[in-house]
Nanobody, 125 residues
Framework: QVQLVESGGGSVQAGGSLRLSCVAS????????MGWFRQAPGKEREGVAS???????TYGDSVKGRFTISKDNAKNTLYLQMNSLKPEDTAMYFC???????????????????WGQGTQVTVSS
């Protein structure tokens, strides 16, 4: 069974940085799709960034220029480097994955079958 484990969340002041990690296990190869999502209390789950099977990267509009998604296939690990953090970035951040994701829908939560438990990011002003 595929398992995803996030880490790296914490509390940081506005303007600071955090680096999230997601370790995947259970896949037979590394050519699966992965994405980062976040959800604040009372809000819908929001796509942050994704990487498809071909390596194409998509960012949500609210994080473009500030966040960077990357993947280390040798370590089966997905990363999210978050810079210039804002209080509105405060949320539970989830790693998600699936073997196939519809092209152009990498930021849609419904495209992913496997999810981690989440890691909390809190940004204070």
């Amino acid at each position: 069974q595929v398992q995803l484990v996030e880490s790296g969340g914490g509390s940081v002041q506005a303007g600071g940085s955090l680096r999230l990690s997601c370790v995947a296990s259970g896949y037979t190869d590394s050519r699966y799709c992965m994405g980062w999502f976040r959800q604040a209390p009372g809000k819908e789950r929001e796509g942050v960034a994704s990487i498809d099977r071909d390596g194409s990267i998509t960012y949500g509009d609210s994080v473009k220029g500030r966040f960077t998604i990357s993947k280390d296939n040798a370590k089966n690990t997905l990363y999210l480097q978050m810079n210039s953090l804002k209080p509105e970035d405060t949320a539970m951040y989830f790693c998600a994955s699936d073997l196939w994701v519809t092209r152009g829908w990498g930021l849609s939560p419904d495209e992913y079958a496997y999810w981690g438990q989440g890691t909390q990011v809190t940004v204070s002003s």
